[in-house]
């Protein structure tokens, strides 16, 4: 799944960067939705007569959201889930196309195609974008480490199923959450409530440098799916379950927390009571 590096890319390409035009000031002249499930709100034969004739004014993230406002004060919300992603084409999209779920023709005869083997990813468009967002805590940067140290303390999950939690904090999934907890020396069985506030600053710390870092190289890229990225080259202990940890020599650990996979230094990261 897309974590916050990943759809910052997103958002960058969209508004220009990496060499193409991007989405900033075009209009959508056409929408083709092939699979109505990936719309969420309003419908999907609405969400083609809304969005046909606007204006893209500005591309943003939350979390991992992506956000188009429209110069008529909408918003186009996008979430890609575990394999949804967008990419440019030049002609009209081909009908037998196996995963494409939505194109868009915009008024410089560009196509913006929406991809999505797995059919988890969805897209909103609403006046009220708190509607979807609501629910999202702050983002990694939004956060003192007082603040950060408080809202630990006042949790009893394990502090790696925590940071997935997307109330709790925006954008950080399983890859960059590993990374984090590696870098602070902290084991992610660890109860949350028993942090200290020094090792809850360093945590907030290593998220802040590992995603900046992340978004540096474009993200992390493990398939074709997603075009660019390099951070894979840097991961310290996510999938490197059985090799050597960098740091100290160790051999890297994994385990399953609430239902998803953690991987982890037992050195560099030690166990200790959740008392």
């Given amino acids: 799944m897309p974590e916050l590096p990943e759809v910052e890319t997103y958002a960058r390409w969209l508004r220009g960067a990496y060499g193409t035009p991007g989405l900033i000031g075009r209009q959508v002249r056409r929408v083709r939705v092939r699979w109505p499930a990936a719309v969420a709100t309003p419908d999907a034969t609405l969400f083609a007569q809304r969005l046909r004739g606007r204006t893209v004014q500005a591309v943003a993230r939350r979390g991992k959201y992506l956000l188009w406002h429209l110069e008529n004060r909408e918003t186009v919300l996008i979430h890609l889930r575990m394999s949804g992603r967008l990419r440019w084409a030049d002609a009209p999209p081909n009908e037998a196309a196996r995963h494409l779920r939505l194109a868009l023709e915009l008024d410089d005869g560009r ?3 929406y ?3 797995r059919k988890f990813g969805r897209w909103w468009l609403t006046a009220r974008p708190t509607t979807v967002l ?9 956060i003192s480490p007082d603040a950060f140290a408080a809202r630990l303390r006042a949790r009893r999950a394990r502090i790696k199923p925590l940071l997935l939690n997307q109330r709790f904090l925006a954008g950080v999934g399983n890859i960059y959450a590993d990374e984090a907890l590696h870098r602070a020396g902290i084991h992610p069985a660890r109860a949350a409530h028993t942090l200290t ?13 590992v995603l900046r870092e992340a978004i540096l190289a474009q993200g992390t890229r493990f398939d074709a799916a997603y075009p660019w990225g390099t ?5 310290r202990v996510y999938s490197r379950e059985g090799q050597v940890c960098y740091t100290c020599g160790a051999r890297i ?8 996979s953690a991987h982890y230094c037992p ?4 166990r200790v009571s959740n008392a």
Wanted: with cysteine; aromatic share 12%.
């Fill in 111 to 113: 196509w913006l195609l």
């Fill in 115 to 117: 991809e999505d083997p």
């Fill in 134 to 142: 609501g629910h999202l805590g702050p983002e990694p940067w939004e």
């Fill in 197 to 209: 506030s020094t090792e809850a600053a360093r945590l907030l710390y290593a998220l802040q440098e």
């Fill in 231 to 235: 951070y894979q080259q840097y991961l």
């Fill in 253 to 260: 650990r994994r385990l399953r927390l609430a239902g998803r």
């Fill in 267 to 270: 050195q560099c990261q030690p």
